[in-house]
């Protein structure tokens, strides 16, 4: 595929899209988001094993597509689309990579263990965490956000990510790394966002914190914060007009796509990032942001 190719995949502008469930679920989205690998894999995870989270749609897949590419063995942890989470299976294995999913909520610390131990069941060790999955509910006022909503995001984007590092930690070695997923949020706040931005602020800080207590140990903890991307968590969790704006306020004019991302990641579970820890890389569409 030409460079020019690629190029018009990606200037699309979303439209007349919204789901009245979360999750979102990424079958439905027109146009599907891109999740396929954009380059050719040259087996720089080769014998290494992944779990990344909210892997079943979006910025997930395209990481565990991307792994599996590069040669890890990866499993696919999602709460509830089953059928998302069955075609990334499907898609990895179609490029002869191995996979194994595992479903629940990573919000319950108990989960989180079960994650650990299947994953060892399967592949023995684990080398690169990917702590993806998050949730977002938009409120107008902050006198609307009930404490169930504020629990709730805080469960899945932080509780989740601190019990399943801590699951995972005894068994990393050095060398291991560990890749925790912002937002472009976490520098510049939505006001419809509130309790959404301030879980990905709390990530920014856990990635910088951790990478400082696992240095010693070898452990590599750095973060990605992406600005607006075209996943199942955007027809999600806006209204049809908003979905119809989304990403234009960037200065590259458009909303990225999964696999415009993953590159991001694939660089920090490689050698490639050996002297990087405590960082966060900003695939954001050219937004100037600090940290």
């Known amino acids: 595929m030409s ?9 699309f502008m979303p439209k007349n899209q919204h789901q009245d469930q979360q999750p979102g679920r990424q079958a439905p989205m027109n146009p599907p988001p891109q999740t396929a ?6 087996n720089r995870l080769k014998g290494k094993v992944a779990i990344v ?26 709460l509830n ?7 990334t299976l499907r898609l990895i294995r179609q490029i002869s990579g191995e996979a194994q999913a595992f479903a629940g909520d990573i919000g319950d610390e108990a989960v989180a263990q079960s994650l650990v131990a299947s994953t060892l069941s399967a592949f023995g060790k684990i080398d690169i965490l ?12 902050l006198a609307d956000v009930s404490c169930t909503q504020l629990e709730k995001t805080f469960r899945t984007n932080v509780f989740g990510m601190f019990h399943l590092t801590q699951a ?35 990530i920014v800080s856990f990635t910088r914190a951790l990478a400082q207590h696992l240095a010693d140990k070898g452990i590599l903890v750095n973060a990605v914060a992406p600005g607006p991307i075209w996943t199942p968590l955007i ?27 993953a590159p991001s990641y694939v660089f920090l579970a490689t050698q490639d990032s050996s002297y990087m820890s405590g960082q966060v890389l900003h695939p954001n569409g050219g937004s100037p942001v600090g940290g």
């Open 130 to 141: 990917v702590n993806n999955a998050g949730e977002q509910h938009p409120q107008k006022s």
């Open 53 to 78: 989270t909210g892997a079943d749609s979006g910025i997930g897949r395209a990481v565990a597509q991307a792994f599996a590419q590069e040669g890890a063995k990866v499993v696919v942890a999602y």
């Open 81 to 87: 689309e089953k059928e998302d989470a069955e075609e």
């Open 235 to 261: 027809p999600s969790t806006f209204t049809d007009e908003q979905v119809d704006k989304f990403g234009k306020s960037t200065p590259l004019g458009r909303p990225g796509q999964p696999n415009e991302v």
């Open 3 to 11: 460079d020019g190719e690629l190029f018009h995949e990606t200037i």
């Open 37 to 42: 690998p954009r380059n050719v894999g040259s």
């Open 168 to 202: 995972v930690l005894p068994h990393l070695k050095p060398g291991a790394r560990i890749i925790n997923t912002a937002s472009v949020t976490a520098y510049e706040g939505n006001p419809l966002l509130l309790d959404y931005s301030a879980t990905k602020g709390a």
